[in-house]
């Protein structure tokens, strides 16, 4: 069974530009999470989705923003980059809502920002 | 608000010596408690659980955790190291709010292991 993919692996923007991240589940798991990865910040959670929509968002500024398609796959968009969005961006799935449910993780895409 | 404290940032041991790491939750519900290992460029890998039951977990790779709710602790504990678990660990904490659901994060244990 393939695990949660993420692309790309390595990804290098100026200030001010954006930046689209994605990341496919592992089939037959309709939620998705994305956690920011900063230096000294540890892991920190940014966005959910099931379903198609967004169920819960963590304190990020509006420029962090994302979708999830029809087939669970997902996008995250950082707009108006900043030196300090320089992170790893880790993308976890699970299967339906549940507090049990354990989320997989895929192996990040590093974002440096120049 | 959840979160989660591991108290050390990064610990040292010797290859066969045994291992304690760290972690403390705050969180008003009944917790449901992950560990996660992340080897460098590497992605999270949960190592155990505990959602309720038998306070003492056993996980993969030879690790274990207990649940102590009076201490609101859920250390991570190997008898004897290998070179190879060298790699940083995270403590999580599931939280539940309504329809909002989320893992709040320890900052990490970095951990090096000597030969």
């Known amino acids: 069974e393939a695990g949660v993919t993420q692309s790309p692996t390595h990804l290098i923007k100026t200030r001010g530009q954006q930046a689209t991240l994605r990341c496919s589940p592992i089939?037959?798991?309709?939620?998705v999470y994305w956690y920011q990865q900063a230096l000294g910040l540890g892991l920190q959670f940014l966005l959910w989705?099931?379903?198609?929509?967004?169920?819960n968002r963590g304190n990020f500024p509006p420029r962090f923003s994302g979708r999830q398609f029809p087939n669970y796959s997902s996008e995250l968009n950082v707009n108006a980059l900043e030196l300090e969005d320089s992170a790893l961006y880790l993308c976890?799935?699970?299967?339906?809502?549940?507090?049990?449910?354990?989320?997989?993780f895929g192996p990040g895409t590093r974002l440096t920002v120049l | 608000a959840q979160s989660v404290t591991q108290p050390d940032i990064h610990i040292t041991v010797s290859e066969g010596a045994s291992l304690e790491l760290r972690c403390n939750y705050s969180?008003?519900?009944?917790?449901?408690l992950f560990w996660y290992v992340q080897s460098p460029g590497q992605g999270l890998q949960l190592l155990l659980k505990?959602?309720?039951?038998?306070?003492l977990v056993q996980g993969i790779k030879g690790f274990e955790a207990e649940f102590k709710r009076s201490q609101s602790s859920f250390n991570l504990r190997k008898p004897s190291v290998h070179w190879s678990d060298a790699a940083e660990y995270f403590c999580?904490?599931?939280?539940?709010?309504?329809?909002?659901?989320?893992?709040?994060f320890g900052k990490g244990t970095l951990l090096t292991v000597n030969p």
């Open positions: 976890a799935s699970s299967l339906e809502i549940g507090r049990q449910n354990e989320q997989f």
């Open positions: 089939s037959g798991h309709t939620s």
């Open positions: 989705y099931d379903e198609g929509e967004e169920r």
């Open positions: 969180y008003g519900a009944t917790p449901y």
């Open positions: 505990y959602f309720s039951g038998d306070t």
């Open positions: 999580a904490v599931a939280s539940w709010g309504g329809s909002n659901y989320k893992l709040t």
